[in-house]
T-cell receptor, first 116, second 111 residues
Framework: ETGVTQTPRHLVMGMTNKKSLKCEQH?????MYWYKQSAKKPLELMFV???????ENNSVPSRFSPECPNSSHLFLHLHTLQPEDSALYLC???????????????FGEGSRLTVL | SQQGEEDPQALSIQEGENATMNCSYK?????LQWYRQNSGRGLVHLIL?????REKHSGRLRVTLDTSKKSSSLLITASRAADTASYFC???????????FGKGTSLLVTP
């Protein structure tokens, strides 16, 4: 148990569906992250939030829409996805550091997404 | 890219042997971190080494950092079957907030 909980653990959706992934952390951190992990590829950073403000958007398509209502919760809203978006989506949190000095990330177990 | 690049991509050893994984990166860093991932699970932080440190130990793990060569190594001594996992190094670009990961080294430890 890392203190970061992701739901659902598995999700199957059609290309026209709208769904959301949820992440909750109980560690008192103020930085939260979404990463995408596809087979045979490095982890891809998607979004970074520091104190509820988005500080990085790594050129993610608009069919992925993040939401951070408070420092403990992070959502990833999904709509009109493509089959190539099938992947493991990982949420992480950390204490915020200065630029270039991020500390240890605590990851959730991930949400395995399959787009049909 | 600031991503770390791990080498080798895959490593297969027997229990009791040592496993060494290497990581290279491209630009200046403040710290370098190593993570472990069991199949289909989240990543778990193993160790963080700062740019002014050359070596760090944690249990059976030993990490070295050579900033002049922009490289790091992770040594797992006396490996066990339970060490089977993927291992990733991660760095943060000086202009950014988030860790960039490499593709990882897949380690298989056979009994």
């Amino acid at each position: 148990e890392t203190g970061v909980t992701q739901t659902p653990r598995h999700l199957v959706m059609g290309m026209t569906n709208k769904k959301s992934l949820k992440c909750e952390q109980h560690l008192g951190h103020n930085a939260m992250y979404w990463y995408k992990q596809s087979a045979k590829k490095p982890l891809e950073l998607m979004f970074v939030y520091n104190f509820k403000e988005q500080t990085e958007n790594n050129s993610v398509p608009s069919r992925f829409s993040p939401e951070c209502p408070n420092s403990s919760h992070l959502f990833l809203h999904l709509h009109t996805l493509q089959p190539e978006d099938s992947a493991l989506y990982l949420c992480a949190s950390s204490q915020p550091g200065g630029r270039g000095d991020t500390g240890e990330l605590f990851f959730g177990e991930g949400s395995r997404l399959t787009v049909l | 890219s600031q991503q770390g690049e791990e080498d080798p991509q895959a490593l297969s050893i027997q229990e009791g042997e040592n496993a060494t994984m290497n990581c290279s990166y491209k630009t200046s860093i403040n710290n370098l971190q190593w993570y472990r991932q069991n199949s289909g699970r989240g990543l778990v932080h193993l160790i963080l080494i700062r740019s002014n440190e050359r070596e760090k130990h944690s249990g059976r793990l030993r990490v070295t950092l050579d900033t002049s060569k922009k490289s790091s190594s992770l040594l797992i001594t006396a490996s066990r079957a339970a060490d089977t996992a993927s291992y990733f190094c991660a760095t943060v670009p000086n202009s950014g907030y988030a860790l960039n990961f490499g593709k990882g080294t897949s380690l298989l430890v056979t009994p």
